[in-house]
């Protein structure tokens, strides 16, 4: 059981010319493996920050970021080690892939980097992932990113993300760039892999929907605040928060929609 | 719905490369006075290439090679829009329908003020009116869109994406025209932004009695601002019905399939399963 916790985390960035603004604002939460967080809130609401300082990209500018009651290295092997155990899955596969290397390589890398496997077994393991992924590894292993489509190549991203190991995920926005019939299809491999593995998973985005069907819990975000946080279906379907309801709101719902209007036709005919 | 505004007929258009690519394929479209059509479909399913080719905005490879596209002007002329050449179909662009763009919001121009941006349009279409009036009609302009005049003075950057967005559909709102393609307007930005600007479009329309085709792979939404949705794959128009039709007995397997792709917001658990 890993546990990821961030104690008072407030982020402050130094903007040129309007002075300082304030990313993060006293955030405390923790993540354990084996659970889905949703991480939810309008741009500009500090969603990515708190990606950043995950993954020490960023530091916070106070407060601390525990895994398993010890502060995260912020250099050195120890931060490498830790980096292993959270890894990203970026909202553009068609950015975040190089696009000169092949898939093999995309995925052999944190393989041969991490020394997950001896190197007689690279290869091996590089088909694994990709079949876990449910990619043809024959197909895909020696061909480069822009031969894929969005989709395989999101998975392609997952496998990478898989090969060193984590115990904690992180998605931004994953399947926001997918076309639409493709984006459930991704979301159901992340959610069945974060079961099977027991992984701990930071999705982060802007659709209420996806939120509430593939997480165990939701987080609030507005402007740089937890403003509520519970079971995915408690927070969307009784929000507390005057912010959640707001967003709640302006989130398209035909289901309520046409409920709505049919209410009003009974209402006319009356 | 009230009389017909646009008659696409029998429109098909070619990709002229090898081996051609049929991107739209004999579509019939009917866009009504007033009326909000959503048009949606996937990447590559040819809803961009339809709503360009109506306005003979295609550029080779591109070749429209079939089809007709009348446009039912309200002073009661009806004008068949392959037959004007590019004199005419210059000044019927914006004047009768006009375009917010994808991504339309990053193609200000970043050193022009957005005022000045907005006088253009009336320095060219409208060359009758002298500078002052220019000026009151880009400051009614914002205001309506509710960015407000003041603001003409403001360079793009110095502009929120939301109100940049505002700033586009100010523009093709400038000559008031009878028709609004929109292609995807409101994709970049946040649902709070979203739901204000189609607040903002739909009162507008009532308004100004404007018809608008919004394009989007975003059926929730159509389905909550549409009167009827023309669901596109592969070039054709696979199912045309009103958004409560789509929504309650959707005929097609894709339209069925493009539902499923939505998990439910409230209710019970689970996609929509028709």
């Known amino acids: 059981m890993t546990t ?19 990313a993060l604002d006293d955030v405390s939460f923790s993540l354990t493996s084996h659970q889905t967080i949703g991480l939810v809130g309008q741009s500009g609401s500090g969603k990515s920050t708190i990606a950043k300082i995950l993954t020490q990209l960023e530091r916070p500018t106070s407060g601390t970021v525990l895994l398993d009651g010890k502060p995260v290295p912020t250099f050195g092997k120890g931060l490498r080690r830790y980096r292993q155990q959270l890894r990203m ?25 991490d020394r997950v496997v001896p190197p007689a077994e690279v290869d091996a393991e590089v088909r694994r992932l990709l079949e876990r992924v449910r990619l043809d590894a024959d197909a895909v292993i020696d061909r480069r990113p822009h031969e894929l489509s969005g989709g395989q190549r999101q998975r392609v991203a997952i496998a990478r993300a898989l090969a060193s190991r984590p115990s904690v995920l992180v998605a931004d926005e994953p399947v926001s760039m997918l076309d639409v019939s493709i984006r459930l299809g991704v979301l159901a491999l992340l959610s069945e892999l974060q079961r099977e593995e027991g992984l701990g998973v930071l999705y982060i985005t802007h659709d209420l929907a996806t939120a509430r069907h593939f997480s165990d819990e939701i987080m609030v975000l507005n402007q740089g605040r937890i403003v509520e946080r519970g079971a995915a279906d408690d927070v969307i379907l009784d929000p507390q928060d005057p912010y959640t309801r707001e967003l709640r709101a302006a989130s398209p719902d035909p289901e309520k929609h046409f409920q709505e209007l049919a209410a009003q036709n009974a209402g006319g005919a009356r | 719905m009230t009389d017909t505004l646009l008659s696409v007929r029998d429109f098909s258009v070619v990709y002229d490369v090898d081996p051609p690519v049929r991107a739209v394929k004999n579509v019939d479209l009917e866009i009504g006075r007033g009326e909000i059509v959503g048009l949606a479909g996937e990447s590559g399913c040819g809803k961009t290439t339809l709503a360009y080719g109506v306005q003979r905005l295609l550029r080779p490879p591109a070749v429209i090679t079939s089809g007709s596209v009348t446009f039912h002007d309200e002073d009661g002329i009806d004008v068949d829009l392959n037959t004007l050449d590019a004199e005419h179909m ?61 603001r003409r003075r403001s360079f793009p950057h110095e502009l929120s994406g939301g ?32 739901r204000e600007i189609l607040r903002q479009i ?15 792979h975003d059926l929730p939404l159509l389905l909550e601002i549409s009167d009827r949705i023309a669901i596109m794959r592969e070039g054709e128009i696979v199912e045309l019905a009103s958004a409560e039709r789509i929504w309650n007995a959707p005929q097609h397997e894709y339209t069925q399939r493009l539902l499923a792709s939505f998990p439910r917001l409230t209710g019970q658990k689970g996609v929509v399963a028709r």
């Open chain 1, 4 to 22: 990821l916790e961030f104690q008072h985390v407030t982020k402050v960035y130094n903007v040129r010319g309007s002075g300082q603004l304030k």
């Open chain 1, 89 to 113: 899955v970026f909202q553009d596969p068609f950015a975040s892939l190089n696009p000169y290397h092949s898939i093999r390589h995309h995925v052999e890398r944190p393989l041969r980097l």
């Open chain 2, 90 to 150: 210059r000044r019927f662009r914006w004047d009768k329908i006009s375009m917010v763009f994808q991504g339309a919001m990053n193609a200000l121009n970043p050193v022009a003020t957005i005022g000045s941006q907005l006088e253009d349009v009336f320095e060219v279409h409208r060359p009758e009116l002298g500078r002052a009036e220019r000026r009151r009609a880009v400051v009614e302009l914002l205001e309506i869109v509710k960015v407000g005049g003041q």
């Open chain 2, 163 to 194: 109100m940049r967005q505002r700033v586009m559909i100010a523009m093709a709102l400038a000559l008031r025209p009878q028709l609004m393609v929109m292609d995807e307007p409101t994709t970049a930005l946040d649902v709070l932004v979203q």
């Open chain 2, 202 to 216: 739909s009162q507008l329309r009532h308004e100004f009695g404007f018809s608008v085709v919004f394009i989007t």
